[in-house]
């Protein structure tokens, strides 16, 4: 019995000195040392995640997408249940700390933009290893069969950088922090998002239902791209979006171009009149109104923008540009104007499909970015005067057989238009962040007063009682939305050691 008790003191005292250890080491060094031995595994998590096809409004595919997160978070120690509003499924998952530990809530999206597979350099929903991002014309495609991966390398799939992989990054944190002995007293909630990519129409109602879940001391958003310096950012705010399809009108039936042209209205004509006159010849908006109730940017604001590195000649070289839209104006202060972007146009075949037609219609969709200040209906009623100053006839229907087709506008805001969101720059929370995530190493945290994305962070700001704050994780050069789509690996794996490092450092500021 003697001999048994001395034992049972000698693991207790061993147990003792390994989380003595386990505490003392880094948090970031924990993490790194597990995704290095860990690599294969967790890369291969990520592609099982990829390899699910995440478009919004495929409810079959979104459930699986759900169910495939709970089974994940599941092995972590999170409980989780999957709510609906009447659109496509959140996942609501919560790891307990003890009850005085603080509380930090994630934010992320597993949603992706529709593809068009064919534009793609490898299948969207097959996950390829790339040497680099494919647009580059020395990239090559890789095998999977490897031992261990260049951080370089990079994930191609719908979603890779926007935005599965927060929920493998943070769970291998997670992993790292429970194998070293190192997890701190915090809880984790998530609240997973599966249609941010067409505006999180039903999230008002998932609020509703789950905003006591979600109570916490502090929200992070884990969305969006890395500063184009590749330097770690903590963003503070996003712009807001709305959507309005134009729709011109000409003849009720296609002509000839030859036998009409000159003589019938061409609503292609009319429709590229009012988008031109939207800005002036230097890129600045015109919509009288439009910027009446814009926040004013401050001079704490004005100074964190100034003490970012500038990118601006970088960026045109790699894009191939001469200037940028407003001359001399650089990127992180252009985003926060309000802005009018063209986003497409349609009336009538181009190329091969191109034929001699005057078109009954023409259309284009504008995304409408918001900051401070701004609302939808109010961007919406300046545009809608715009118009009629031009002297057409604004409705959100087409024209009526008795009146002229020519002078109407068919004007829709697609529903989902949301506020922009900023938290203050001189908030204790950022000060917070800022010195854990410096203690990351390397160079110090860039503070980004906002970014030019949109999330519906403005529902949570009504909603929740805390202070929010943007962490993102992807490369800059993730082609975001579009075709070849991707993660540089080295982001996977930053984000592991990041995630780390603020689960550690929140636990230790305390609620």
Not at 45 to 60: C, H, Q
Not at 113 to 133: G, K, Y
Not at 158 to 173: E, F, H, Q, T, Y
Not at 187 to 205: H, M, N, Q
Request: proline share 6%.
């Amino acid at each position: 019995m003697k001999q048994t008790h001395s034992t049972v003191r000698f693991f207790i005292f061993l147990g003792l000195v390994v989380s003595s250890l386990a505490q003392a080491k880094n948090a970031v060094d924990i993490a790194r040392d597990h995704h290095q031995k860990n690599a294969v595994r967790i890369v291969s998590e990520f592609r099982d995640f990829l390899a699910i096809p995440n478009v919004a409004s495929d409810l079959g595919n979104m459930m699986d997408n759900a169910a495939f997160i709970e089974a994940y978070v599941g092995r972590r120690g999170f409980t989780s249940k999957v709510v609906t509003a009447g659109g496509a499924p959140y996942v609501i998952a919560e790891k307990a700390g003890s009850a005085s530990a603080p509380t930090v809530l994630v934010y992320a999206h597993f949603d992706g933009q529709p593809v068009i597979p064919s534009q793609w350099s490898s299948p969207p929903f097959e996950p390829t290893l790339w040497t680099d991002n494919p647009l580059q014309a020395d990239a090559r495609s890789l095998s999977w069969d490897q031992e261990q991966f260049d951080p370089s390398w990079r994930v191609v799939a719908r979603s890779a950088g926007d935005d599965k992989a927060p929920v493998i990054a943070l769970m291998a944190a997670i992993d790292a922090l429970e194998a070293a002995g190192a997890m701190p007293d915090i809880t984790v909630k998530l609240i997973l998002d599966g249609e941010e990519e067409r505006g999180s129409p039903t999230l008002a109602g998932i609020l509703e239902q789950v905003a006591d879940d979600l109570v916490a001391d502090i929200m992070l958003f884990c969305d969006g791209p890395m500063h184009q310096s590749g330097r770690r950012q903590l963003v503070l705010g996003v712009r807001g979006s709305m959507t309005v399809d134009l729709k011109t009108f000409g003849p009720n039936r296609p002509l000839h171009s030859g036998h009409y042209g000159n003589w019938a209205p061409n609503p292609n004509e009319t429709l590229m009149r009012l988008l031109l006159s939207l800005k002036d010849d230097s890129g600045r908006v015109t919509v009288q109104g439009y910027s009446n109730s814009v926040t004013p940017v401050s001079e704490l604001e004005s100074t964190a923008v100034a003490a970012m590195p500038s990118v601006d000649a970088i960026l045109k070289s790699e894009l191939g540009l001469g200037d940028n839209e407003v001359e001399g104006e650089r990127l992180e202060a252009a985003i926060m104007r309000p802005a009018i972007v063209v986003r497409g146009i349609s009336g009538g075949g181009v190329g091969d499909k191109a034929r001699n037609i005057i078109e009954p219609y023409a259309e284009a969709s504008l995304n409408l970015r918001l900051v401070p200040g701004q609302s939808p209906p109010a961007l919406l009623a300046a545009l809608k005067a715009h118009f009629e100053g031009m002297g057409m006839v604004v409705s959100d229907t087409s024209p009526s057989p008795e009146n002229a087709r020519e002078r109407h506008l068919q004007m829709v805001a697609r529903p989902g238009g949301y506020r922009a969101f900023r938290t203050a720059i001189d908030a204790d929370v950022v000060g917070d962040l800022k010195v854990i995530l410096d203690g990351l190493g390397d160079q110090e945290t860039l503070i980004t007063p906002t970014m030019g994305g949109s999330l519906p962070i403005y529902l949570f700001e009504d909603n929740l009682n805390a202070p929010i704050v943007i962490l993102p994780v992807a490369n800059h050069d993730n082609n975001q939305h579009g075709r070849d789509e991707n993660l540089r690996l080295r982001n996977l794996f930053d984000a592991i050691e990041m995630y780390a490092k603020v689960l550690s450092g929140l636990a230790d500021k305390g609620p």
